[in-house]
């Protein structure tokens, strides 16, 4: 069964400080993997997309990892801000049909 | 301009109703998608078209159904409303992928968040 496992659910953080998500998945056939912001009552907005051969994408203080034998990625936020606070979520792409992680819900304090 | 515009963003209606739920996106995709995300933050995927042909059809009530009167729209209506279907609805659009991915980068609405009482 495909599946998509994130961890933690939830972490708060102070502003300035760095932290990481992970994403374990056992999704198969692989064609990509992305990662998504989703802030409070708004829809997902994409934050990286990888493919097969890409180890890491950075957007601005996000960073993502991808170990395909593992089948492991990280996101990375450095010096999170205020606006970080969000869900993110890891999607997993067989195919036509995206497999989408329960997401972690980030909260920078001030 | 919104690339993805859904409404209403809010509905409140009674179980046994009918609601629909319009998205139109101005990006040129061929691809829409409906997803419904439950109160445990899950995405899954109920519907997606291609140039206004179906071609993911989850497991959905066939109370669901969907509506593409043109690529650069797909509406959801939903017959005889329960309480289980109270979520937040997206629609999503997306061009083909490059190399072996068959779908591009997403672009979601703002959602529609249905209430059932």
């Known amino acids: 069964k495909n599946q998509v496992e994130q961890s933690p659910q939830s972490l708060i953080i102070l502003e300035g400080k760095n932290c990481t998500l992970q994403?374990?998945?056992?999704?198969?056939?692989?064609?990509?993997l992305r990662w998504y912001k989703q802030d409070t009552g708004r829809g997902p907005v994409s934050l990286t997309i990888?493919?097969?051969?890409?180890n890491t994408k950075s957007n601005g203080r996000y960073t993502a990892t991808l170990d395909a034998d593992t089948k492991q990625s990280s996101l990375h936020i450095t010096a999170s801000q205020l606006s970080d606070s969000a869900s993110y979520i890891c999607?997993?792409?067989?195919?036509?049909?995206?497999?989408f992680g329960g997401g972690t819900r980030v909260l920078v304090k001030p | 301009d919104t690339a993805v515009s859904q409404t209403p963003k809010y509905l409140v209606t009674q179980m046994g109703n009918d609601k629909s739920i319009k998205c139109e996106q101005n990006?040129?995709?061929?691809?829409m998608y409906w997803y419904k995300q439950d109160s445990k933050k899950f995405l899954k995927i109920m519907f997606s078209?291609?140039?206004?042909?179906?071609?993911i059809n989850e497991t959905v009530p066939n109370r669901f159904s969907p509506k593409s009167p043109d690529k650069a729209h797909l509406n959801l209506h939903i017959n005889s409303l329960e309480l289980g279907d109270s979520a937040v609805y997206f629609c999503?659009?997306?061009?083909?992928?490059?190399?072996?991915?068959?779908?591009?980068?997403?672009?979601f609405g703002e959602g529609s968040r249905l209430t059932v009482l």
């Open positions: 999503a659009s997306s061009q083909p992928g490059q190399g072996n991915s068959n779908t591009g980068e997403l672009f």
């Open positions: 994403c374990n998945y056992t999704v198969s056939p692989f064609s990509n």
């Open positions: 990888m493919t097969f051969s890409e």
């Open positions: 999607v997993v792409t067989p195919a036509l049909k995206l497999t």
């Open positions: 990006l040129g995709h061929d691809t």
């Open positions: 078209y291609n140039n206004k042909e179906l071609i």
